[in-house]
């Protein structure tokens, strides 16, 4: 009986024994491999710590464009107090090849009767107000010469660009268009889910040129393309030639403009410039003449079926002959060419600008295209 214990205690050490050793080897390949923590963010691996989990999907962020961490544009538009205009605007909406009669009294401009003056046919015709009275459905207004007419109050865009708080950290922009996202840069790529709307503001951290258009990624998995987004380019170093840390860039392509000053981007907006062919001139120029309100008419067809009437431009600043800067009741596209060569503001942008800008501001007007013509025997004195 007690030899029969010994054994059963020496196989019951030999397995204890043998147990250890094995126990003892799983802790040490345990240890080998997990061992090494996780990098936590902004640690470099070099071998001290596993680049696997959060690390490894910042580092494929990272290879795609996208900083760490991402962040919020550090801008907001600026106060909707700025977008308040100081006229009151109305549209004629006679058929354009008609005169739009004025009348002394209101009495007298609902019956259509003994007209005492008359604005011009024209493609598009808006005049300033100060009172309006409804007859039947329709609009008539009191012209700022007391006489009256038949002309509808106008709606204006509220759209504004951002004021910047600190420098952006990548190029950004806005969609001018409704679109969805995509998957890839390419339209037979499948749709994200997300839509986007006009006027969103989108960041930009990677842009490629496919299907015939440029491809913007505005986040992980995201990409719009530039028929429906107008970019800005970030560029800190002044106009070639300029010894400026001040100026105004316009992009023509993008249609887009900048401000920047002590060599910083603090504002920027969608404009709206020339249409073919039309253009607003590239070039460097100098703002040198700024007026409140400016009365605009003219055309550019002989045959003047372009011709234009508006009164009380607000905000207007010259800085190509008869190309401005200026706030546009007119329409409200922003993002495309619609102008006579002067560069469309909506009102708060305008005003902004106007604020900030003084006699002599350089601006800086260019088409990285290259699709706008650069010959100077192209160009004409412009107009809105």
């Known amino acids: 009986m007690k030899r029969l214990l010994l054994i059963l205690v020496c196989l019951g050490f030999l397995f204890f024994s043998s147990g250890q050793v094995f126990a003892e080897a799983a802790v040490q390949e345990d240890e080998d491999y997990f061992g090494l923590p996780l990098c936590l963010p902004g640690m470099s691996s070099d071998g001290a710590c596993l680049p696997y989990g959060p690390v490894q999907t910042i580092d494929e962020l990272l290879a795609e464009g ?24 109305a549209k004629i909406n006679l058929p354009e090849e008609e005169p739009a009669p004025t009348y002394q009294s209101y009495e007298d401009a609902v019956a259509g009767i003994n007209p ?45 660009g951002l004021e910047f708080f600190e420098a952006p950290r990548n190029d950004f922009g806005w969609i001018v268009d409704q679109t969805p996202s995509y998957t890839e840069p390419s339209f037979a790529a499948g749709e994200s889910g997300n839509y986007y709307y006009q006027q969103d503001i989108v960041q930009v951290y990677q842009s490629i040129e496919a299907n015939g258009v ?32 001040r100026w105004i860039e316009i992009n023509l392509f ?42 605009m008419r003219g055309s550019f067809e002989v045959d003047r079926s372009d011709y234009y009437y508006l009164e009380d431009v607000p905000w207007t600043m010259y800085f ?65």
């Open 254 to 295: 993008q249609q887009t403009l900048s401000v920047y000053e002590n060599n910083n981007l603090i504002f920027a907006a969608l404009v709206a410039t020339g249409a073919e062919p039309y253009y607003t001139q590239p070039g460097t120029f100098q703002i040198y003449e700024k007026k409140d309100l400016e009365t």
């Open 116 to 160: 005492v003056g008359e604005i011009e046919p024209a493609s598009m015709r808006f005049v300033t107000f100060l009172t309006r009275r409804n007859h039947e459905g329709d609009a008539y207004v009191q012209l700022t010469n007391g006489n009256w007419m038949r002309a509808s109050p106008a709606a204006y865009t509220d759209f504004q």
């Open 66 to 89: 996208f900083p760490y961490p991402i962040r919020s544009l550090a801008a907001a538009a600026p106060s909707t107090e700025l977008g308040i205009m100081p006229i009151s605007v």
């Open 320 to 384: 190509d002959q008869a190309r401005a800067l200026h706030a546009t009741y007119w329409h409200t596209l922003f993002g495309y060419p619609q102008s006579h060569g002067c560069v469309n503001l909506s009102p708060g942008d305008a005003n902004w600008l106007y604020q900030w800008a003084e006699l002599g501001e350089v601006v800086w007007v260019h088409d990285p295209s290259g699709a706008t013509p650069t010959d100077q025997e192209y160009y004409g004195p412009g107009a809105p």
């Open 214 to 245: 440029i491809w913007y990624l505005i986040s992980p998995g995201e990409w719009v393309n530039s028929m429906k987004t107008r970019v800005v380019k970030v560029n800190t170093a002044p106009p070639e030639g300029s010894n400026v840390d």
